[in-house]
């Protein structure tokens, strides 16, 4: 058979699984109780979190300011206060919860150079894409569960000296102490680490004036028909704008590990196929061995999906890909982080 023929016919039977498959993930997500929360409406919530941080930005530079006494005030003093105010809030530790996360459209979107051969790469993006090009990106799942309080993830950025850099970023898998979404982004809310959150998911890191760079491991979460898978991120970096109130323009990127991608993933698209929203012709394409049941281990195999769900960077330097890279964009809201 002629490549090019194979690749058409590969591309038009993906494209037609994929919409099947996701629009499959659509109908089961309408029925969850994640959409039926009404809580995705935080902006009023949003903005207390702003006027928090407004708070407490005032309450560091009062503090800054203290030793210039009230009323004694001469001129050389004034314009050192002056001096200090254009200066951002000097932050010795923050700990945000992830408000909001842009998936990439595209391998080109978010990406990052994983690897460190000079050129950048995000597979999960080209996966991503994919699924939004059918009009049934993962997007609108993301959003709707991150408001309904199905993926919390904190990041604790605090000084530690044994760093290089001298910061440190933990990231855990939050729970909801008072398991009410609607407040989750308030800006002070509390937040328990989850039972089941790794605890090695550590980056060293520095701050540039406002700016935050990281490296090292992360932890993220993405919408499946399930809830939400929590997965790995290897050689993770992590770039945003700090302020007191929390993070923004948040970029992130890693490597995703195959062995998770392969369990994690992809027994979640099986879960899918084996539904009862996917027709068994199209469940068929994928049970290679006819045995009415789809596995995590024959989509790995199957060739429909082999060109978008696969490693791309060598994370242990043997000269083998094994895993996938994985970029996107975040925002995120202070928060109490339990001890
Ligand atoms: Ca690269
Ligand atoms: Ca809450
Ligand atoms: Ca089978
Ligand atoms: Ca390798």
């Known amino acids: 058979m002629h490549l090019r023929n ?16 996701v629009g499959a993930q659509a109908c089961s997500s309408d029925k969850s109780p994640a959409d039926d929360s009404g809580a995705q409406e935080p902006p009023v919530d949003a903005r207390e979190s702003t006027d928090r941080g407004q708070g407490l930005a005032d309450g560091g530079e009062r503090l800054d300011g203290a030793d210039a006494p009230d009323g004694g005030v001469d001129a050389p003093q004034a314009v050192d206060l002056l001096a200090r105010e254009a200066q951002p809030p000097a932050l010795t530790s923050l700990q945000v919860v992830l408000e909001s996360m842009d998936l990439p459209t595209s391998g080109a979107e978010y990406a990052g150079d994983v690897d460190g051969d000079g050129d950048t790469e995000n597979q999960a993006g080209v996966l991503m894409g994919v699924l939004a090009a059918a009009n ?36 855990h898998v939050g729970e909801d102490q008072d398991s009410d979404p609607r407040d989750n982004f308030s800006g002070n809310e509390t937040f328990d680490i989850d039972v089941n959150s790794p605890n090695d998911a550590l ?12 490296d090292g491991k992360l932890v993220v979460g993405l ?66 061995d006819q045995s009415g049941d789809v596995t995590a281990e024959e989509l790995k195999n199957s060739p429909l999906l082999a060109a978008m ?21 975040f925002t995120a809201v202070s928060c109490v982080i339990a001890p």
Not at 147 to 166: F, I, M, N, Q
Not at 312 to 323: N, S
Request: charged share 20%; no cysteine; glycine share 10%.
């Open 6 to 21: 194979l690749t058409l016919t590969l591309a038009l039977t993906l494209t037609l699984t994929l919409t099947v498959l």
């Open 136 to 171: 049934m990106g993962l997007q609108g799942q993301l959003d709707r569960r991150l408001a309904a309080g199905y993926l919390l993830l904190l990041l604790d950025l605090h000084k530690d000296a044994a760093r290089s850099g001298g910061f440190e970023v933990q990231a």
């Open 203 to 214: 980056m060293a890191a520095r701050m540039d004036g406002a700016h935050l760079k990281a």
């Open 223 to 288: 919408p499946l028909a399930s809830g939400v898978v929590m997965l790995t991120l290897n050689k993770a970096h992590l770039e945003a704008e700090v302020s007191s109130s929390g993070m923004q323009r948040g970029w992130l990127y890693g490597a995703l590990p195959m062995e998770e991608v392969d369990t994690k993933l992809l027994n979640g698209f099986a879960d899918i196929l084996n539904g009862p929203n996917v027709a068994p012709s199209i469940a068929a394409l994928f049970d290679l």
């Open 309 to 329: 769900i696969k490693a791309d960077v060598d994370t242990d330097g043997d000269g083998k890909v094994d895993a996938m890279s994985f970029g996107a964009a």
